[in-house]
């Protein structure tokens, strides 16, 4: 029940302003968020690779207003880039990008994402790795996939994400599945009206075990981002049913959360890739961290109780 209200919270400035300055926020903020600036999350990359885990790291900030900030949002990843091009580890971290941070909800904003995001893509081929798109709410979809398949045209390997509570999904997925693509399915973030989106979990874990399956049996590179351990044991069977060797797919989880069950499953011999989020403008990001796990709320308000 509380997941709802929270999501709603996170679409409010008073609150962002509120929690923002709540004593005892930077430390539960810390949990899900890696640091603030590229020189804070370097350690990171290096300390997952010697774990045996890949990352893609993640500039958070999505609430963006101007064209100012949407050019800001892409100098701020060109910038990583740069750096871990300089420290070798092009090849250990992979971005993944929101494009309403890059300006896909201003005026024009299809086409500004698109001339933002490009030359991100292309910073990233360059130095040997690549760029996912994460989804967003399901209004804002149909540009994201637009983008993706008009960047696809040049850099092949560039991801995207799919959401199982969504009903259009399991023909993404199909569509999606195809030689060469990269696709991360996810249970989903955001705050869904009914018309659109399952809004029973046992629903969604139906859904997301059908794509799965889709994903496993077509031809592209599934990327699993769950810690579920249900769906975690049912995406080994079915990557053994579908024949695929343990390189042929990966998981991906949260920086923050289930890392012992990070390390477990790097161990065993899988590809493993953290999300990590990094930057000042957590507000959005952290929210949904708090609405997936209601646990997460009672933590936070010990912690401002207690400072
Ligand atoms: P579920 O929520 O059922 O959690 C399973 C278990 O994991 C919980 O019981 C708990 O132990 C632990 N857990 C999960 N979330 C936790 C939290 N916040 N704090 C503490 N423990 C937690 N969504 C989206 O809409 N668009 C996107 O692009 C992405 N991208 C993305 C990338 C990656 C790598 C991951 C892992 C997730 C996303 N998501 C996302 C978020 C996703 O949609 C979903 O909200 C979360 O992954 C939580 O769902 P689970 O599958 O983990 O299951």
Redesign the pocket.
């Known amino acids: 029940m509380l997941g709802p209200v929270i999501l709603a919270a996170s679409r409010s400035d008073t609150m962002r302003r509120f929690i923002s300055a709540a004593p005892g926020t930077k430390q539960v903020v810390d ?2 968020i890696a640091g603030e600036t590229v020189e804070q999350v370097v350690p990171i990359v290096k300390d997952a690779a010697g774990k045996g885990l890949e990352v ?1 790291l993640d500039v958070v900030g999505e609430d963006i207003t101007t064209p100012e900030q949407a050019a800001a949002a892409r100098d701020a990843y060109l910038e990583l880039i740069g750096r871990l091009k300089e420290l070798g580890l092009g090849t250990k971290a992979e971005m ?1 990008v ?1 494009l309403s941070m890059f300006g896909q909800s201003l005026d024009g904003g299809h086409e500004l994402a698109l001339a933002n995001v490009r030359p991100v893509v292309e910073a990233a081929a360059v130095i040997g790795t690549t760029v ?6 399901h209004t804002t979809l149909d540009s994201m996939f637009t983008i993706h398949e008009e960047l696809r045209k040049d850099f092949p390997q560039t991801g995207c ?1 799919i ?3 969504l009903f259009r999904t399991e023909d993404d997925a199909r569509r999606l599945a195809a030689a060469g693509s990269r696709v ?1 399915i ?5 705050k869904e009206p009914a018309s659109v989106a399952y809004q029973d ?1 046992a629903e969604i ?1 139906k859904a ?1 075990v059908r794509v799965i399956k889709i994903l496993m049996d077509g031809q592209g590179y599934p ?1 699993i ?5 249900r ?1 975690i044991a049912i995406t080994q069977e079915l990557g053994r049913k579908a024949g695929r060797k343990l390189d042929e797919y990966e998981f ?3 920086y ?3 890392s012992d069950e990070q390390i477990r499953l790097a161990a065993e011999g899988h590809r493993m ?3 990590t989020a990094y930057g000042t403008d957590w507000y959005g990001y952290f929210m ?6 209601p ?2 709320l009672l933590f936070f308000g010990r912690s401002i109780l207690t400072k």
Do not use: C, W
């Not at 996912?132 to 709410?137: I, N, R, S």
């Open positions: 949990r899900f893609t993944s929101k996912t798109l994460d989804a967003e709410d994400v959401q199982a509570y991360r996810v249970k989903g973030a955001y979990r874990d997301f990327m981002g769950s810690h579920d351990p769906l991906q989880m949260l923050g959360i289930r890739r953290v999300y949904r961290r708090l609405a997936e796990k646990a997460n």
